[in-house]
């Protein structure tokens, strides 16, 4: 009797739970970017400051000019019209002009969207890679010298504001490395000149960067690594005669890696949007010092723009670290 109909009536339940886990968590991010959708309306629509006013601070305009500013933005309509106005405008991916640059709001986000990218990933990938060594290695000798040297040097920086570290390390390197901005003026347009200088000004904001990140992923794995080492099926590898450092490398550690990487594409939004006190700090041209520039308006459809990409990004990754873990765990794809 063949086996083939057993296959399938297993396959297909499974399939079907695939189907409703992906569902309902697609489901579940589209729900959130609405409500991030209604909030962005909504929540910047309260923040004190007539924007009209403050497009015109110090110049003399008279109040025929200034209704006129106010109808040319919308500004003079009631604000349920406003708001459908809005979301209209969303669906077709319209953000607004900018009351500051007088420019599209899409085009500017995508304008800054590169340096962001290219902070976060690099800031992202050193962090995780140093707070996964770190976590092993204080994990595999814990309770030692440094196992306390490095989780409290770890607690220590996770503690520090983002602003006054990087304050700190501008004092610190005065004149060692740029105080500001992604490249100098005079930089020759070459690849080789530019990606040199541009490593050159991103020395500080991604050790700033680093520095605050790192902790988390080294005391997780840590603590996973520690949970792990006391784990029944490591007596058994040890047992067959394998060595402490084959048992920690085939066994311990990519059962320990479950909890970190999830905690990594969890906290993916959550560094982007965290790159805006590093990007003011350092003057990098990116969405977080756009941000900035934003609020010191107020420039409502440039904060709009850049809250939708920074929350959008959040929910995304989160959404993406869901479906990960079901691929990671087979706990997760057994339930």
Do not use: C
């Not at 409703?20 to 968590?25: E, I, N």
């Not at 109040?63 to 979301?87: K, T, V």
């Amino acid at each position: 009797m063949s086996d083939a109909p057993v296959v399938v009536a297993v396959e297909r339940p499974r399939r079907r739970r695939l189907g409703r886990y992906v569902a309902g968590k697609v489901g579940g991010a589209l729900l959130s970017l609405g409500l991030i959708a209604v909030l962005g309306f909504l929540l910047f629509r309260a923040l004190p400051g007539d924007p009209v006013t403050t497009m015109t601070r110090g110049r003399p305009v008279s109040a025929a000019q200034i209704a006129e500013l106010e109808a040319a933005y919308g500004l003079d309509r009631p604000l349920i019209e406003q708001f459908w106005s809005y979301l209209a405008d969303l669906a077709r991916g319209d953000l607004g002009m900018s009351y500051t640059f007088r420019v599209p709001v899409a085009d500017k986000i995508a304008e800054r969207v590169g340096p962001t990218l290219l902070l976060v990933g690099t800031g992202t990938l050193l962090a995780v890679a140093l707070g996964l060594w770190l976590g092993t290695r204080s994990a595999w000798r814990r309770g030692g010298r440094f196992d306390k040297a490095a989780t409290g040097v770890a607690l220590g920086l996770w503690s520090v504001p983002t602003f006054w570290l990087g304050l700190l390390l501008l004092s610190w390197t005065s004149g060692l490395f740029p105080s500001g901005g992604i490249t100098y003026p005079d930089t020759p347009p070459d690849f080789w000149s530019q990606a040199v200088d541009t490593a050159h000004h991103m020395v500080l904001p991604v050790i700033t960067f680093v520095a605050v990140v790192y902790a988390q992923y080294q005391l997780v794995m840590r603590a996973s690594l520690v949970e792990e080492l006391s784990a029944p099926h490591l007596l058994t590898a040890r047992a067959k005669g394998l060595r402490e450092d084959q048992v920690l490398r085939r066994h311990a550690v990519p059962n320990a890696l479950l909890p970190t990487v999830t905690l990594v594409f969890l906290h993916l939004g959550l560094v982007v949007s965290g790159a805006i006190t590093v990007e003011t700090v350092f003057s990098w041209p990116g969405l977080g010092l756009l941000t900035f520039e934003a609020l010191r308006g107020p420039d409502l459809p440039l904060l709009q723009g850049t809250f939708l990409v920074l929350a959008a990004a959040v929910v995304l990754a989160n959404l993406a670290a869901d479906l990960l873990y079901r691929v990671l765990d087979p706990r997760v794809r057994a339930s």
